[in-house]
């Protein structure tokens, strides 16, 4: 007996696993779109404002709001010369001090010192550099002055390799040492990768023997390049944004600090190679900082490397560039500033918008989105369903009923089964009509049923498989063979057909009045309705202004409005009398959204002509169509989205001539009174 596991599929995604749900995110584009805005805006909006629904992942807004928090908290740190003042205090300390050692003392050469004391320029920098070769009389003076010098050697080198001051705390001569040969090694480095010649293993070697001082731990040049030229960049601008007296008086400061390290030369050359790698990082651009707390040297080039990051991501955030995609955001300057929750934010909105693709909803056509068919049937399932939900419980109206399957009430006969026919099979009649068929052919409709099982004939069945239950009496221990011949299906009543015209109005008043996009909505759910529930309907989708035409639904989702003159519902009765022509055993059901009275006409010549107030010859051939509807046994009912005295005197004319009604709804409850009166109309028949 075979034996069998079973365990989590691991050759890819899996393939049984659901499609991704962008059902909330596509209804939410898609009002959007209905509303008059393109879908790329319409996409652009929802990444902003975050995902609708269950998922609830944020947006790029709000994003962008915690990334502008956490630049004014970086800015609230401190200032930027904590450097200059605390090595003013150690040198003024040190020269008390050393006064103090020379006071008591009565000769000549403590008069020399303190004149020597009292002519230091007052640039911190060129002080320090006029002491360097003092002899300290003060023991207490020479280790503060040591301690300055230690102060300004850490800052400078935790400025560019940030940690650094940490490794030099302990005065080694011996981690100086390893520090020169770091920067000489890493030097070399630059250089041999500029000729072409390094590799991978140099890199390694490198990081074997002073990984420890990169406490980011790249994990080759370019990432080692990269966060070097970003702190070499922020050390620039942190020299930008001081006055210059300071800039100048920090310059001379880090340029004695080097010398006395002998590390000026190694540090001057891997300026220039950071510089000339990554000329883009914004070098000497100034930066303000609003915090009252003095930051030393390495905690300011800290602060505006973390200010840089978060420019580079607000504006990545912002997506305000032409090509703007959501994979220019750099998913680690997010997770470095917003978290890891922010990180799956982004890849939800990233999946969203990949899958909204990739399942056929939005395709690109010359560098711009547009929706698919598929996407517009949904769109017009997910109005229709928007509309049902609005319908007062217990009026007559449809509702979803998935068991069903018949296309009209059940009368109780059965007949033979014909090719198209949608009705329910009758079982019963079917396997008897074989079980006689074959006792009228001697036998020859019963199948001896083999000891082991076996594929049934193409076109045979066994009636224990059909029925699942017991073979009947009468029924020897074979079986059954079903043919084409013997199948029937319950009768039901015929269903007539209805010819269906939806004349819309795409004047611009339509967008002033802000009833745009729920014509929109209910022009896409009566199609769905029709299409769906009444497939033996012919339904047809007339726009018109001061033309009319005929409109497919996936036109009519992206449609805007038409900035011209005119409502000419004259045309659109012509083209709705052919669509009804077509079709002349289908019951004609002629259903008008308009916001205003005919102002237009189609004239002999086939060009429109315009006049308001209406002309009596615009007034006069739009009635002779409405006559023409009446004597073609279409009822005409009107929805009004105005109450101008023009337009209620109109459509009055046109009920009493033609013996249709006229709704006045709400715009938001346009799709509820046209579908439940279109579904009044179909049952009535």
């Avoid at 399932?381 to 319908?391: D, G, H, K």
């Avoid at 729920?518 to 309705?529: D, F, G, I, P, W």
């Avoid at 169509?625 to 459509?651: I, P």
């Amino acid at each position: 007996m075979s034996r069998y596991r079973y365990g989590a599929y691991e050759d890819g995604p899996d393939p049984l696993a659901p499609p991704y749900d962008v059902r909330d995110a596509l209804d939410a584009v898609g009002d959007a779109v209905l509303d008059g805005t393109r879908p790329d805006d319409a996409l652009r909006e929802l990444l902003r404002r975050g995902l609708p629904g269950a998922q609830g992942h944020r947006g790029l807004d709000d994003m962008l709001r915690q990334v502008r928090e956490r630049r004014r908290a970086v800015r609230d740190r401190g200032r930027l010369d904590g450097t200059l003042e605390r090595a003013r205090a150690l040198l003024d300390t040190a020269i008390g001090q050393e006064r103090a050692e020379l006071f008591p003392d009565p000769g000549d050469d403590a008069r020399l010192r303190e004149a020597e004391l009292d002519t230091l320029p007052s640039d911190t920098s060129q002080a320090i550099r006029r002491l360097s070769d003092y002899d300290w009389r003060s023991g207490a003076a020479r280790r503060t002055f040591e301690q300055l010098k230690d102060l300004l050697r850490g800052e400078v080198l935790d400025a560019q390799f940030q940690g650094m001051k940490q490794a030099l705390e302990n005065q080694d001569p011996a981690a100086m040492r390893r520090v020169k040969d770091m920067m000489a090694a890493l030097n070399e480095m630059l250089e041999r990768d500029a000729r072409g010649e390094h590799t991978q293993d140099d890199f390694d070697r490198f990081m074997d023997q002073y990984g420890d001082m990169f406490p980011d731990d790249p994990q080759d040049l370019e990432e080692l390049v990269d966060s070097l030229a970003r702190r070499a960049a922020a050390m620039d601008r942190l020299l930008a944004s001081l006055s210059p007296e300071q800039r100048a008086e920090l310059a001379g400061l880090m340029e004695q600090a080097m010398q006395d390290a002998g590390l000026a030369m190694e540090m001057t050359r891997l300026g220039d190679a950071l510089r000339a790698r990554r000329p883009d990082l914004g070098w000497g651009r100034p930066e303000q900082m609003t915090g009252d707390d003095p930051l030393g040297m390495g905690d300011a080039t800290t602060a505006l490397a973390e200010l840089a990051d978060l420019s580079e991501l607000e504006a990545a955030l912002g997506q305000d560039y032409p090509g703007a995609r959501l994979d220019d955001i750099d998913e680690d300057a997010v997770r470095r500033a917003l978290g890891r929750q922010a990180v799956d934010d982004l890849e939800a909105l990233r999946r969203v918008e990949k899958e909204l693709e990739r399942q056929g909803y939005l395709r690109r056509n010359r560098g711009k989105l547009e929706l698919t068919p598929k996407a517009v049937r949904r769109l017009g399932e997910t109005a229709l369903r928007r509309v049902f939900s609005q319908l007062t419980s217990g009026r007559q109206g449809d509702h979803d009923q998935r068991d069903a399957g018949q296309a009209g009430e059940l009368t109780g006969a059965s007949r033979e089964w014909r090719f198209g026919d949608e009705q329910p099979l009758d079982v019963v009649r079917t396997v008897s009509n074989a079980i006689r068929r074959g006792a009228m052919e001697g036998g020859a409709g019963l199948v001896p049923r083999p000891a082991a099982a076996q594929a049934a004939e193409p076109g045979t069945a066994d009636v224990t498989e059909i029925t699942g239950v017991p073979r009947p009496a009468g029924v020897p221990s074979g079986g059954v063979k079903l043919g084409v011949d013997d199948f029937e299906v319950h009768e039901t009543e015929r269903r007539t057909g209805a010819a269906v015209c939806l004349l819309v109005d795409l004047s611009y008043s339509m967008v002033l009045r802000g009833t745009w996009a729920v014509a929109k909505q209910t022009t896409l759910a009566l199609h769905t309705l029709v299409t769906s529930k009444f497939p033996q309907d012919a339904i047809q989708i007339i726009g018109f202004s001061n033309y009319a035409r005929v409109l497919h639904p996936e036109e009519m989702a992206g449609l805007d409005w038409d900035m011209v003159q005119g409502t000419n519902l004259h045309h659109a009765l012509m083209i709705a009398g052919r669509h009804l022509d077509r079709h002349p055993d289908f019951e004609p059901i002629v259903l008008v959204v308009t916001d205003g009275e005919p102002t237009a006409h189609l004239r002999p010549d086939g060009r429109s002509l315009f006049d308001y107030p209406p002309s009596t010859d615009t007034l006069v051939l739009t009635l002779a169509e409405v006559d023409k509807m009446t004597r073609r046994g279409a009822c005409m009912n009107f929805f009004m989205l105005a109450e101008d005295r023009r337009l209620v005197s109109f459509v009055e004319e046109v009920a009493r001539r033609n013996g249709g009604r006229v709704f006045a709804p709400d715009a938001e409850r346009l799709g509820e009174y046209v579908v439940s009166d279109y579904l009044r109309v179909r049952r009535g028949r």
